[in-house]
Every structure is written in structure tokens, then in C-alpha cells.
């Protein structure tokens, strides 16, 4: 920009205005809503001076949303959990890459796409109730599927995003004609029909109605965790398991994000993503929802992780977690694990 165009914005005042306006604020779309959330973005407005607009919404319909505002999208930021709907965004093209030294940097490359980031992890576990179920049984994901198990187990829906995302990192490690055969196991050894979220079936495995479920991490954490000495009953009457420690490791999902191709402000969406890989960001943005950071150098200090103690995750890239989600519904729809 020259004088001459300097002097047409300060005469006009309201192009002054809508230029700084421009430079200051980044619009982030985020499917995550937790309270800790709140300080992470007042902290990147006091360092940077950028307002953080926040829109929030549920994973699926802030995706159709972008889409359907397509290149008047305001959006610059989009931030979701699991794997599986990060390539739902990318798949409909929503993403920019961003090059970033800092995220190369910080971000294991594991954790990383060319379109977008993780920023924590959470860990997809086996709970058993080790009144109904002996713990030498359910040691690996595969062992799900062993007749043993017959009417034991409890699991959310198979089109979930979360098993779907287990799903595809089976169907990486195994391939695919073991992870159909998983999964036909797996179904015959229900204890119930697929019905509930992850809470849901702790609760059912602590009374009893089914001896062992796979969870997310951060749902057993919370219920480690909660003031109402019910939710800690549930967490004491479950053993949890880190499945396939001594094979490819427990699957690991992820929050994550990156900038749209339609953001306005560009430079302040990355500028954001690079905040949530620093070590402050890091913190808040695990231990809100008792997830572990991406950044290997930074360390939580969470009493019901460290509790679960240390485990080997699987470091299959993320973008092959995601990718392969869509072949798993396949072979999970032909196994009957819906
Ligand atoms: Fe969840």
C-alpha cells in the first residue's frame, strides 16, 4: 500500500476502519466447548491484540455450515475432535495447507496432515469388570472378538466416529479380511444391541449388565474425577486396560484443526494455530478435557492420568486414522456392527 492509498483510507475513516477491523480479529469455528477453552482465547487476545470471534456448534453441523457458506464463509479457523470427522472437512475440500515451522516444529509429524493439525490426544481404551471377566482376556482389541467373550461385551454404535476411527487403525494393522473378521466377533459377542455413548456403557460394566466396553479415555478421567461420589463408584469398579501394548499400541484420537480455504484472515488463523501449539495453549487445552498435549515437551499434571499411568500409543499417521475411516464403515456395515 502506498501514501496515496493511506490517505484515501484515513480521509474515508469507515476504510480505515473495516482495514484494522480486518487485521484484528480471527473467527473460529470450534465443535469443542469447554470451559478452560474460554482462557485459552483471552490469553492469545492479550498477547496478539486479535479478538477471537467464537461461533460453536456440533461437530457435523459446523462442517455443513462451512460448506454451505462456502466462499462467503466468515470462518478461519475450524476446530473438531476425532480423527474421522478432520477427514469429513478435508475430504469436502474445506481446509488450506498451512506451512508453519512452528507446527513442524512442535507437531509430531505423526499428528499432522498437510491440511490440518492435532492438538491433544486421547486414548480409545478396553474397561473391564474384573467380577465378570478375567483381564487376561481382553488384553488386545482383537481379543474382543474371542468366543470367550460371548454376551460380555457393551459398545456405542459402530458408525460412530469414534469406533469408526478404531476401526480404520485395525483395518491399517491387520488388514482387511482380519478386521471384517473382527468385527463379525465382535457383534456375536454383544451383550446388547450398540446403544449409548461411552458413559454409557462404563456405567452398564460397573452394574454388571455387560463385563467389558472400550471408552474413550477422557470418560473414564471425568468419572475419576467427579464431585458426585456416584461417578466415582462407576470408575472404581472398572480395571482399565492400554490394549495392544505389546503389539501396535493403544489407538490414540484426536482434537484438532486447521484453516479454511475460504478464511478471511488468513494470516490471523494461523497465527491462532501456532498459539495452540505453544506450551501455555498445550496445557489448556489437554487438561480441559483431560487430554494429553501433542507437544511432547509439555507435561500435565492430571491425578486421574496420571493414575492410568504411562502407555505406548499407536503412532499410525493420523491422516491414515482418518483416511481409512471410510473403508471401515464398509467392512463394519457387512459385519453387522452398526
Ligand atoms: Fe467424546
Avoid at 174 to 181: F, I, P, S, V, Y
Wanted: hydrophobic share 40%; glycine share 8%.
Amino acid at each position: 500500500m502506498n501514501f496515496r492509498h493511506l490517505a484515501i483510507l484515513a480521509a474515508t475513516g469507515l476504510g480505515a476502519q473495516s482495514a484494522l477491523a480486518q487485521q484484528a480479529v480471527v473467527n473460529l469455528y470450534t465443535a469443542r466447548h469447554y470451559q478452560t477453552d474460554e482462557a485459552l482465547y483471552a490469553k492469545f487476545e492479550k498477547a496478539t491484540g486479535i479478538k477471537v470471534n467464537r461461533i460453536e456448534g456440533k461437530e457435523d453441523e459446523l462442517i455443513e455450515r462451512i460448506r454451505s457458506e462456502g466462499a462467503n464463509s466468515p470462518a478461519d479457523v475450524f476446530i473438531t475432535v476425532d480423527a474421522s470427522r478432520l477427514a469429513k472437512a478435508e475430504q469436502l475440500g474445506l481446509f488450506a495447507p498451512v506451512k508453519s515451522k512452528v507446527l513442524e516444529q512442535r507437531i509430531p509429524a505423526h499428528l499432522r496432515t498437510a491440511d490440518w493439525f492435532s492438538f491433544s490426544l486421547r486414548a480409545r481404551v478396553i474397561v473391564y469388570n474384573s467380577a465378570l471377566v478375567n483381564g487376561a482376556d481382553v488384553q488386545t482389541y482383537e481379543d474382543l472378538a474371542n468366543p470367550r467373550l460371548k454376551g460380555r461385551i457393551c459398545v456405542r454404535e459402530g458408525n460412530h466416529p469414534y469406533n469408526l476411527s478404531l476401526g480404520s487403525a485395525i483395518l491399517a494393522h491387520d488388514g482387511t479380511a482380519r478386521t471384517e473378521a473382527w468385527a463379525r466377533g465382535l457383534v456375536a459377542n454383544l451383550a446388547r444391541a450398540p446403544k449409548g455413548g461411552d458413559t454409557d456403557q462404563l456405567k452398564s460394566v460397573a452394574a454388571g449388565e455387560c463385563g467389558v466396553a472400550v471408552a474413550n479415555s477422557y470418560y473414564v478421567a471425568r468419572l475419576m474425577r467427579s464431585d458426585k461420589p456416584e461417578d466415582r463408584k462407576v470408575a472404581d469398579a472398572l480395571t482399565v486396560v492400554w490394549p495392544n501394548q505389546k503389539s501396535w499400541g493403544t489407538h490414540v484420537n484426536v482434537s484438532g484443526g486447521g484453516m479454511l480455504k475460504s478464511a478471511p484472515n488468513k494470516a490471523n488463523a494461523q497465527k491462532l494455530l501456532e498459539f495452540f501449539a505453544s506450551d501455555e495453549a498445550q496445557v489448556y487445552f489437554a487438561d480441559g478435557n483431560n487430554e494429553w498435549p501433542v507437544v511432547k515437551s509439555v507435561k500435565v499434571r492430571n491425578p486421574a492420568l496420571d493414575k492410568l499411568g504411562p502407555f505406548k500409543a499407536d503412532e499410525l499417521p493420523i491422516g491414515k486414522v482418518s483416511s481409512g475411516t471410510a473403508e471401515a464403515q464398509k467392512i463394519f456395515d457387512r459385519a453387522g456392527f452398526m
